[in-house]
């Protein structure tokens, strides 16, 4: 996945494993702020599946999906209002 990523010219912020070879390569390192804000997208995933429409793209229609998709955001953010 890695090597995925970098050949896509995107940096991966993925820990490595304690048992990894790599983790005690020196050069090897992990950037921890950008490790945070990927649980912050993380966490909104895992917000959206709870709907199961979104989850298993049960629209077919994009503008579907997407009004689903903003109904979903709009039910999280009263959630968290009230």
């Not at 020196?26 to 895992?46: L, M």
């Amino acid at each position: 996945m890695r090597d995925w990523l970098i050949g896509q010219t995107i940096e991966p912020v993925i820990p490595h494993k304690e048992n990894e070879r790599a983790r005690h390569d020196p050069g090897t390192w992990f950037d921890k702020a950008a490790y945070c804000g990927r649980s912050v997208i993380e966490q909104c995933i895992g917000w959206l599946k709870e709907f199961r429409r979104i989850g298993t793209r049960y629209e077919k229609l994009e503008v579907n999906f997407e009004g689903m998709f903003h109904l979903a955001m709009i039910k999280r953010y009263l959630k968290l209002l009230f």
